[in-house]
């Protein structure tokens, strides 16, 4: 069971880079969610979407932006990296928005940009 | 807005040793309350999870009871193993927020023999 797979593991960018995480999910789940996580500060919720085509902020979207063209694919895209975007960055899922739903998540990116 | 916190870490225990991990939250509904793992190298697991007040959450061993009068949701275990050494988060989703999570800052567990 691949479950909520994302690529790359790691990267290292340069200050002023771009580059997309990739993250696909085949469990045929509507709701995904990119978040990341800081040393010490638990995980914040960068952008979510409930479904094909629709998209919305978390509570700290600033310096990303995504998509969701299909079901399955869920990719967050750093325009202009910047050394405060150095994280582990979690994608994940879950069956519906009911609060009661687990999310299933990613085994993680770790990105440093220096 | 919501908020969960969670006992710092590190936690050191002997293998056998009694856990209790706290964790209390703020919130504006009901909301529901979960507990993840994160082993080294890896995603978040869910651990257990509990839907309403007075709800007890139970998987591998650990307990944690959903108190709406202290606004908490401690995890426990009677006896811990080395291979419980891991991150453990607490995280609540509030009804009507999209399935959204607000994450405890995780408590680092290392268990030794």
């Known amino acids: 069971n691949a479950g909520v797979t994302q690529t790359p593991k790691f990267r290292i960018l340069k200050i002023g880079q771009s580059m997309t995480l990739q993250c696909t999910q085949d469990?045929?789940?509507?709701?995904m969610y990119w978040y990341r996580q800081d040393p010490g500060m638990g995980l914040k919720l960068i952008y979510y979407s409930v479904g094909a085509g629709i998209t919305d902020k978390g509570e700290v979207p600033n310096g990303y932006n995504v998509s969701r063209s299909t079901t399955e694919d869920f990719p967050l895209r750093l325009e202009l990296a910047a050394p405060s975007q150095t994280s582990v960055y979690f994608c994940a899922s879950s069956y519906s928005s009911n609060s009661n739903q687990p999310q299933h998540f990613g085994d993680g990116t770790r990105l440093s940009i220096l | 807005g919501n908020s969960v916190t969670q006992m710092e870490g590190p936690v050191t225990l002997s293998e056998e040793a009694f856990l209790t991990i706290n964790c209390t939250y703020t919130?504006?509904?009901?909301?529901?309350l979960f507990w993840y793992v994160q082993y080294p190298g890896e995603g978040l697991q869910l651990l257990l999870k509990a839907t309403k007040a007075d709800d007890k959450g139970s998987n591998k061993g650990f307990e944690a009871t959903y108190r709406k009068e202290t606004t908490s949701f401690h995890l426990e275990k009677g006896s811990v193993q080395v291979s419980d050494s891991a991150v453990y988060f607490c995280?609540?989703?509030?009804?009507?927020?999209?399935?959204?999570?607000?994450f405890g800052t995780g408590t680092q567990l290392k268990v030794e023999l």
């Open positions: 919130a504006t509904g009901y909301p529901s």
């Open positions: 995280a609540l989703s509030e009804t009507g927020g999209g399935n959204k999570l607000t």
């Open positions: 469990m045929n789940h509507n709701y």
